[in-house]
């Protein structure tokens, strides 16, 4: 198994520009996210989905979209990319129920916004 | 909302020492609680996960505590190596899926 799958792994942008970091998973898992990562802050959620067809904000939604056709894939999409997004971005999945189940780690997606 | 802490925010302590990794949460209606550990440019590997009902977990020379009434975690690591060396972070549930980290501790482990 991949486990969990993000492209491109460093990707500098003009402010203004669109891109979509991929994500995939192959472990079947309903429950998918976006987080990033800044230097004193932690990880904060972006997005969330809990299966295919529904998504919901996190703690930190705005300027990013994101969508879930399927149950591999949760794309997150910047619009219109600012010097506020440069940032190091993890997605993460897990099975939707049970206590003990823990979550999988991407290896993180570098976005620098200049 | 739910708030996490760890302190310190780096630790350095020579090889073979004991250590404790503290971490604190403001609200104690917590789902799980569970430690990763990230190296630098890598992702977060999981470490320890504590289900709110559970007061300890353990692997290998890792334990990690969870004190839900006074909002507190510890992550103890017992005969520390070089290998250790890398930033812990603290999450906590906010029902199943959702995490809250903490700013996380850097740690290393000096030859």
């Known amino acids: 198994n991949a486990g969990v799958t993000q492209t491109p792994k460093f990707q500098v942008l003009k402010t203004g520009q669109s891109m979509t970091l991929q994500c995939a998973q192959d472990?079947?898992?309903?429950?998918m996210s976006w987080y990033r990562q800044d230097p004193g802050m932690g990880l904060r959620l972006i997005h969330y989905?809990?299966?295919?067809?529904?998504?919901d904000q996190g703690e930190v939604p705005n300027g990013y979209n994101v969508s879930r056709s399927t149950t591999e894939d949760f794309p997150l999409r910047l619009l219109s990319a600012a010097p506020s997004q440069t940032s190091v971005y993890f997605c993460?999945?897990?099975?939707?129920?049970?206590?003990?189940?823990?979550?999988?780690f991407g290896e993180g997606s570098w976005l620098t916004v200049v | 909302k739910q708030e996490v802490t760890q302190i310190p925010a780096a630790l350095s302590v020579p090889e073979g020492e004991n250590l404790v990794l503290n971490c604190s949460f403001t609200d104690s209606a917590i789902y799980n609680l569970q430690w990763f550990r990230q190296d630098p440019g890598k992702g977060l590997t999981s470490l320890l996960l504590?289900?709110?009902?559970?007061r300890e977990q353990t692997s290998g020379r890792l334990n990690a505590s969870l004190d839900k009434s006074s909002g507190r975690s510890t992550l103890y690591i017992a005969a520390s190596q070089p290998g250790d060396s890398a930033t812990y972070l603290c999450?906590?549930?906010?029902?199943?899926?959702?995490?809250?980290f903490g700013q996380g501790t850097r740690l290393t482990i000096n030859p």
């Open positions: 999450a906590v549930y906010q029902g199943a899926q959702k995490l809250v």
């Open positions: 504590i289900q709110s009902s559970q």
């Open positions: 472990m079947n898992h309903e429950y």
């Open positions: 989905s809990v299966g295919a067809g529904i998504t």
């Open positions: 993460a999945s897990s099975p939707l129920v049970g206590r003990g189940n823990t979550i999988y």
